[in-house]
């Protein structure tokens, strides 16, 4: 069975801080991963999709992702209050269907 | 990206009951796709919904349950049948426009009495 596992939270950091979100996957035949943020009440929203290894960056995020140790996170820095949220990471398969974690939240303190 | 809809928003039902949810994409897309968010809880995968043929569902979902229509590349429809309290839920569609990355759509937030 095809695992996602995520951090157990919540995660607290500082504005201003780097915030960092780490996930392992199981399935070593998975060709994409992706980072999705979700508010309260509201549908998940891609915001981060990594394919090959190494880091890959869009303004404050930063993925990284390592195939030989199946471990893909995320970095946000100078977090801010908006970036409060649930995240989660999703792995997908040659299948093109995504297995997600449980997701971490992320509480960032004025 | 893309742009996605999808109808109700939101619903309550009466346990015994069906919801059939309706979601729509503003342009051809290849591969949608039906979620479960339970409280508190990620997201499970529903089924496939394949434009032309059945729906492929995952294992613990089956067609008598959640019966899947992809009439075309834009449209698709999930209907929550029997309804009981257990599947009070978030259900969300998703597209996969180029097979490499979903959006998701705003969901549709039911509870059943």
């Known amino acids: 069975q095809k695992e996602v596992e995520q951090n157990s939270g919540p995660l607290s950091v500082p504005e201003g801080a780097i915030a960092s979100l780490n996930c392992t996957y199981s399935d070593r035949g998975s060709q994409s991963f992706f980072w999705y943020r979700q508010y309260s009440g509201k549908s998940p929203e891609l915001i981060m999709s990594i394919y090959s290894n190494g880091d890959k960056e869009d303004g404050r995020f930063t993925a990284q992702l390592n195939k030989a140790s199946q471990y893909v996170s995320l970095l946000i820095r100078d977090s801010q209050p908006s970036d409060s949220a649930t995240y989660l990471c999703a792995v997908c398969g040659a299948n093109s269907k995504l297995t997600f974690g449980k997701g971490i939240t992320l509480s960032v303190r004025p | 990206s893309a742009v996605i809809s999808q109808k109700p928003s939101r619903d309550i039902c009466q346990r015994g009951t069906s919801l059939t949810i309706q979601c729509q994409v503003d342009?051809?897309?290849?591969?949608m796709f039906w979620y479960r968010q339970q409280p508190g809880q990620s997201l499970t995968l529903i089924a496939t919904?394949?434009?032309?043929?059945?729906?492929?569902?995952e294992s613990g979902f089956v067609i008598d349950k959640f019966p899947i229509s992809r009439p075309n590349l834009t449209f698709s429809t999930l209907t929550v049948s029997n309804m009981s309290p257990e599947d009070s839920s978030i259900y969300l569609c998703?597209?996969?426009?180029?097979?490499?990355?979903?959006?998701f759509g705003p969901g549709t937030r039911l509870l059943v009495l």
């Open positions: 998703s597209v996969d426009r180029d097979r490499k990355t979903q959006y």
């Open positions: 919904a394949n434009q032309g043929s059945e729906a492929t569902y």
């Open positions: 342009s051809q897309v290849t591969m």
